[in-house]
């Protein structure tokens, strides 16, 4: 399957400071990609929908101010999780959306970022 | 929205035996449904997926299945061995003339195969 690089894939950061969370599409261009936040034993939940080009569609609930997100070109989103609070503390995992394959497109994940904000 | 109903929370088998997770979903107009395996701190891997014009997809010893009318799909894992150990997410979106929308995830399945 195609390859999605998430980097850091492990942050510890001090209250207050922000955090840059990066996704790559290695070998194919993704025009969307997608942010999921994760806690222990639970379910992805979707935060945001990030689109090349234009601003980031965000989820109820979801501070758009607190999680910034810059998809300046066809293999890179960023996610930047500003002022950060122990609240914060999380899993957080990108996907993109690739349509190389002929029966349609599929969403890959990359491996996913732990934040630990003390 | 979209509500996807993920069952059991926790499936113990035994090596060899075969594995069933279920999975219900909300939005009749849902046409994609893949299924990801997770291992304990990485992303999700999709292992296989389906489209609504078809009811069954095998890929050696993984199987999906997809009841339309009654919005349900499972997976099937057949003679299951020690790294087929995991959790097991199912999900469904819609393919918009866009594209794929963000998935809506099932809450998992813990799947440990017992040597």
């Known amino acids: 399957g195609a390859v999605v690089s998430q980097h850091p894939s492990r942050v510890i950061c001090k209250s207050g400071t922000s955090v840059k969370i990066e996704c790559r599409s290695l070998?194919?261009?993704?025009?969307?990609m997608f942010w999921y936040r994760q806690f222990p034993k639970q379910s992805l939940m979707l935060m945001a929908t990030?689109?090349?080009?234009?601003?980031?569609?965000?989820e109820q609930g979801v501070e758009k101010d607190k999680f910034l997100i810059n998809h300046a070109s066809l293999t890179l989103s960023t996610l930047t999780v500003t002022s950060a609070h122990p609240e914060d503390s999380s899993f957080y995992i990108c996907?993109?959306?690739?349509?190389?394959?002929?029966?349609?497109?599929?969403?890959?994940f990359g491996s996913g970022t732990q934040l630990s904000v003390l | 929205g979209e509500n996807v109903e993920q069952h059991p929370s926790t499936l113990s088998v035994q090596e060899g035996d075969s594995a069933v997770i279920k999975c219900t979903y909300s939005?009749?107009?849902?046409?994609?449904f893949p299924w990801y395996k997770q291992e304990l701190g990485k992303g999700p891997q999709l292992i296989i997926d389906?489209?609504?014009?078809?009811g069954e997809k095998k890929d050696q010893r993984i199987a999906v299945t997809l009841n339309k009318t009654a919005k349900h799909f499972s997976l099937h894992i057949t003679e299951t061995q020690p790294e087929d150990s995991a959790v097991y997410f199912c999900?469904?979106?819609?393919?918009?003339?866009?594209?794929?929308?963000?998935?809506?995830f099932g809450k998992g399945t813990h799947l440990i195969i017992q040597p």
């Open positions: 996907s993109a959306r690739e349509s190389r394959y002929g029966e349609g497109e599929k969403l890959f």
């Open positions: 070998d194919f261009q993704a025009t969307t």
């Open positions: 990030s689109n090349e080009g234009s601003k980031a569609t965000y």
């Open positions: 939005d009749s107009a849902s046409n994609y």
């Open positions: 389906i489209r609504s014009n078809v």
């Open positions: 999900a469904a979106s819609l393919h918009s003339g866009g594209g794929a929308d963000g998935l809506t």
